[in-house]
């Protein structure tokens, strides 16, 4: 079942937050957020795994409702740097199952 | 630090041509999986190997067969080619002895059918 992400897109001034979404209607075991720039390779940003945990990567964190079936990812004080498409996936130690993705672009 | 290398980076074959693709995972990876995305879509899962064996099977063509080697590459091997196989073609790897969930993308490898 693939997960469903949103926003589908946002535009945003460099130096403004952002939150993207994913959710499933089937139990997550684990959520897996990658960001990809166009016609480059998906780069892992993080995973959050069942059992609870919020992580951080910089200036991007990701929390993970299991009763929701829900993960959010939360840029702050975007860069330019950070456009690109962001993905997340579910999935365990085998397939991941991607969202549709969610195309995030920075203005100067 | 050593990432997942993939061959040849750019392919163009013509219609019914056979294509071979590549991938060669992080040292100590023992987990391969290959990916298929089209233009303006999300990657789809198509086959991973573990330890040499078939681990996960997605939506992967007959005409599409893969195999991994003793030294952990793999090879994705495509036949018959259709138009609508033009896509990028992600391997990633992942080791179960370390974070197994942890996928590592490839650069990928663009096939175009002509």
């Known amino acids: 079942q693939q997960p469903v992400q949103s926003p589908q897109a946002v535009i945003l001034r460099e130096g403004e937050d952002a939150v993207i979404n994913c959710s499933s209607s089937?139990?997550?075991?684990?959520v897996h957020w990658y960001r990809q720039k166009h016609g480059e390779a998906p780069v892992f940003l993080m995973i959050?795994?069942?059992?609870?945990e919020q992580k951080g990567h910089e200036k991007i964190s990701a929390s993970f409702n299991e009763k929701k079936q829900q993960s959010s990812l939360y840029l702050t004080a975007s860069q330019l740097s950070y456009s690109g498409t962001y993905f997340c996936g579910t999935g365990g130690d085998d397939k991941i199952i991607f969202g549709k993705g969610t195309r995030l672009h920075i203005l100067p | 630090a050593a990432g997942v290398i993939q061959s040849p980076r750019h392919l163009i074959k013509e219609k019914r041509e056979t294509a071979t693709l590549k991938c060669y995972p992080i040292?100590?990876?023992?987990?391969v999986y290959w990916y298929q995305q089209g233009p303006g879509q999300d990657p789809q899962f198509l086959i991973s190997?573990?330890?040499?064996?078939?681990?996960d099977k997605g939506s992967i063509p007959d005409r599409f067969s893969a195999q991994q080697f003793s030294d952990y590459h793999s090879e994705l091997n495509m036949s018959s080619l259709e138009l609508g196989d033009s896509a990028l073609y992600f391997c990633?790897?992942?080791?179960?002895?370390?974070?197994?969930?942890?996928?590592?993308f490839g650069p990928g490898t663009r096939l175009t059918v002509t």
């Open positions: 040292p100590r990876h023992d987990t």
């Open positions: 990633a790897s992942s080791a179960v002895t370390g974070n197994p969930y942890e996928q590592y």
């Open positions: 190997f573990y330890e040499k064996m078939q681990s």
């Open positions: 959050l795994l069942k059992g609870g």
């Open positions: 089937k139990a997550l075991y684990s």
